[in-house]
């Protein structure tokens, strides 16, 4: 008999329109080099609701992951270690997943700020050391959607990397909360306009979060009169056949919009960790939602209205 678990599952039928909490078969074999987590906590992104249901239906969401070490076939982790990474399915009691999407939690870092830096943090790190044609530091750098979860990790990875410039776009009812990130000014995005108040040619770097998120938001042409000559602006949110050719492992043609490269995610991870330091942790959404189908449909909601402040984040393990 299958053992079962209680999951976030993707389903176009559900009162939801995308997801209902139910069951799904327990992983309980592990292969060569992978591990099974039980989870403490998950959060949710995007791409949740960019992928078409019919390539995910049946199937648990997430991608972020922190939890407990249950079996492993790893040499990196043995049973009972506290992990945090990229995993398929991560809103679910338990997953599995090859051990070098993992790295250990360390000890400062509670179970639901694990869970929120990686997606965020992995895409916003390697959008300003990778898909960025030079070194940040010392330059000038536009958030736009400063309060959401790659928004957030954008403003404190760039104070961490040395930008000498950090300015948020968000609404006035952010701005404490973002310029406590590390963000030197704020452009309110309900009453100002930051070509108007910082012209043209101003910023080295343009981080959007917000163009393309789900209620018509462009920002790329106000993007492309605030660069200098040789600044770039990298985006995140593309079409959602953007998402699909990912998924599906179609390499995308368009430079300037990042998606995520899953290579050496653990190598990654410990970087970011070493950035942040003790001291930076990234921020989540009050409160934390209950692993229920009323906690999973607010916080589905929340993603998909763009206003949480921080990453959203579930409380799995029930701590």
């Given at each position: 008999m299958?053992?079962?678990?209680?999951?976030?599952?993707?389903d176009s039928n559900s009162s939801d329109g995308l997801l209902r909490f139910g069951d799904l078969p327990k992983p309980n074999e592990v292969t060569d080099g992978s591990v099974i987590i039980k989870v403490m906590a998950a959060a949710c992104n995007p791409i949740d609701y960019k992928l078409p249901n019919f390539m995910t239906k049946g199937t648990a969401m997430g991608y972020d992951v922190a939890g407990i070490v249950?079996?492993?076939?790893?040499?990196?982790?043995?049973?009972?270690?506290?992990?945090?990474?990229?995993i398929k399915n991560s809103i679910a009691e338990y997953s599995q997943t090859n051990a070098a999407q993992l790295t250990r939690k360390p000890s400062h870092l509670p179970w639901a700020e694990?869970?929120?830096?990686?997606?965020?943090?992995?895409?916003?790190?390697?959008?300003?050391?990778?898909?960025?044609?030079?070194d940040i530091k010392d330059n000038t750098v536009l958030v736009i959607g400063a309060s959401g979860g790659c928004g957030t990790a954008g403003v404190i990875l760039a104070k961490a990397l040395g930008a000498k410039e950090i300015v948020g776009v968000c609404s006035g009812k952010n701005a404490d909360f973002v310029k406590n990130l590390g963000?030197?000014?704020?452009?309110?995005?309900?009453?100002?306009?930051f070509v108007e108040k910082y012209g043209e040619k101003y910023f080295d770097l343009v981080y959007d979060c917000a163009?393309?998120?789900?209620?018509?938001?462009?920002?790329?042409?106000?993007?492309?009169?605030?660069?200098?000559?040789n600044g770039q602006i990298l985006t995140l949110n593309g079409p959602p056949t953007a998402w699909v050719r990912k998924y599906i492992r179609m390499e995308e043609k368009r430079v300037n919009l990042v998606l995520l490269d899953s290579k050496n995610v653990n190598e990654q991870l410990d970087k970011i960790l070493s950035l942040l330091g003790e001291e930076s942790k990234p921020p989540v959404h009050d409160p934390v939602?209950?692993?229920?189908?009323?906690?999973?449909?607010?916080?589905?909601?929340?993603?998909?209205?763009?206003?949480?402040?921080?990453?959203?984040?579930?409380?799995?393990?029930?701590?």
């Open positions: 299958t053992d079962l678990m209680k999951a976030c599952i993707r249950e079996k492993s076939m790893s040499p990196s982790f043995k049973e009972g270690d506290e992990v945090f990474g990229i694990a869970a929120a830096i990686p997606l965020a943090y992995l895409t916003t790190f390697q959008s300003y050391t990778k898909t960025c044609k030079f963000a030197t000014e704020i452009v309110d995005y309900t009453c100002e306009n163009s393309g998120s789900g209620a018509g938001e462009n920002y790329f042409y106000d993007s492309k009169k605030v660069l200098k000559d939602f209950s692993f229920d189908q009323e906690g999973l449909s607010t916080g589905y909601k929340l993603l998909k209205s763009r206003r949480a402040k921080g990453k959203i984040v579930f409380n799995v393990g029930g701590w």
